[in-house]
């Protein structure tokens, strides 16, 4: 199998690595096979989504609501990002827990339903993410990326923002609506 799943401290989120096959050329990579994530990542995803950042950018903490909330499969083409995923689902083991992976092409982290997510550039980079329901402008929402309940270590003090993102409310204010039982899809 060209691709190797590990779980995280939070199990439901998963770090795929993907081979890369390399020749004078260049190299190749899959970066999603049905088959072979249909153990850790059982879901469909009906949109791509490809954003460029600036090397300081942070976009986040974001998630859409449910029930249109989205599992996001995301990855880097170039560049390198230090990715984050929440746990916002009320029951779980593992809530307000975050994770965070620094994704490098060939890389790819899996981020369920009922987690939010956000990344900071630490490089230039073009972040391509799979997700699994269709945005909705209605049902998109997040929480603020320095809040002090969840408190991710991120690796900058004052990144560059959107307007929307730094006028995201606290955990505590948000409108985050899910629970432990909730699809991972
Ligand atoms: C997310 C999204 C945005 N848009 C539009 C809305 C807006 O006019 C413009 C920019 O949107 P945003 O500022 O929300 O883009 P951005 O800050 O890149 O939002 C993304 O951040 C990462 C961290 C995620 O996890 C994604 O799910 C998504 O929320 O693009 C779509 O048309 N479709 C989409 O799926």
């Not at 950042?53 to 986040?60: E, I, Y």
């Not at 990144?159 to 606290?170: E, G, H, I, Q, T």
Request: glycine letters at 6%; a neutral charge; one cysteine or more.
């Amino acid at each position: 199998m060209p691709f190797e799943f590990k779980r995280m401290e939070i199990p439901e989120v998963v770090l795929i690595i993907s081979k890369q096959f390399s020749d004078s050329r260049g190299y190749f990579e899959e970066l999603y096979k049905e088959s072979d994530f249909k153990n850790y990542v059982p879901c469909n995803f009906p949109q791509i989504n490809h954003s460029f950042s600036k090397k300081g950018v942070l976009r986040g903490l974001h998630f859409q609501l449910n029930p249109y909330a989205q599992g996001k499969l995301v990855t880097v083409i170039f560049g390198k990002i230090f990715d984050v995923g929440v746990d916002l689902r009320v029951g779980s083991p593992t809530y307000k827990k975050w994770v965070s992976v620094e994704l490098t092409p060939g890389k790819l982290l899996w981020i369920p339903a009922g987690f939010t997510h956000g990344f900071y550039a630490l490089e230039e980079s073009h972040v391509i993410y799979m997700v699994t329901k269709e945005f909705s402008k209605d049902h998109d929402s997040g929480i603020i990326w320095n809040d002090d309940e969840i408190n991710v270590k991120w690796p900058a003090n004052d990144p560059m923002l959107s307007d929307k993102d730094r006028n995201l409310p606290r955990l505590r204010e948000s409108k985050a609506n899910f629970k432990y039982n909730d699809s991972l899809c």
